[in-house]
């Protein structure tokens, strides 16, 4: 999967992008993630990607121009292009896994009040939010989102089962995970783990993550 990253911090990525899974991935060839300046596009000599709001009131707004510009040479007939704002639709497990079908995400981090209305109209196909609060930027919206979309695609996580018992699929929360030692500070881990029954470990997981999920996310158990 390939995922193309315009913002006007290119290299805010390098960190999140080269570690970890990710970067893991990336070399593997699971996935291509290439950093695109904005002001690449931009006309003039300045390189001015930013103006002042119509209308007035504070902040900056990001030119249409330069963005089409970019949107355009990165775009082919497989692309989708995400722009990543508050006003977007809430990213969650559903989401990301849909996304994960794609062959190429153009993603769009929006900087200061956002990018000119026109371009949203023009270029982008779907509005993505990662939660409702603002960031000053889209980048960490956008190494967010590639990381949850990631663990969808085939490959990227050590086996393909890896992400099947993730929270929230199945509308519930993750069962709790124990390891060495068998004995820490005086607890204990549950006897049945220990037993070997892979029937028995199954009933048990479901059983504690359906508890866990009463407990700590009602809202998420429809009766
Ligand atoms: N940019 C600023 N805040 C954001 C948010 N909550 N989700 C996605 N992009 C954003």
Redesign the pocket.
């Known amino acids: 999967m390939k995922f193309d990253l315009l913002s006007l911090f290119p290299n805010y990525f390098q960190g999140p992008l080269s570690q970890s899974m990710i970067a893991r991935a990336i070399k593997n060839g699971h996935l291509e993630i290439n950093c695109v300046d904005i002001r690449d596009y931009c006309q003039d000599k300045h390189k001015k990607a930013d103006d002042r709001p119509y209308g007035g009131g504070p902040g900056m707004v990001m030119m249409a121009e330069p963005i089409s510009k970019a949107v355009r040479d990165k775009k082919t007939k497989k692309s989708r292009v995400v722009y ?3 006003q ?1 639709k809430p990213l969650d497990q559903k989401l990301a896994k849909e996304l994960s079908k794609e062959e190429h995400l153009i993603l769009l981090c ?1 900087h200061y009040e956002g990018v000119d209305e026109r371009v949203i109209e023009s270029e982008v196909d779907l509005e ?4 409702d ?3 000053t ?2 980048c960490l ?1 956008a190494c967010v989102l590639i990381d949850v979309v990631a663990r969808f695609v085939p490959g990227v996580l050590g086996h393909d089962q890896s992400s099947a018992n993730d929270s929230f699929e199945n509308k519930r929360l993750d069962c709790p995970h124990y390891t060495r030692p068998q004995s820490f500070e005086g607890k204990e881990v549950p006897e049945v783990l220990l037993s070997g029954h892979h029937e028995k470990i199954e009933e048990w997981r479901q059983k504690v993550a359906f508890l866990q999920t009463q407990q700590k996310r009602p809202d998420l158990i429809k009766y």
């Open positions: 990543l704002s508050p977007g929006g993505v939010s990662i939660g609060y603002v960031l930027n889209g919206a």
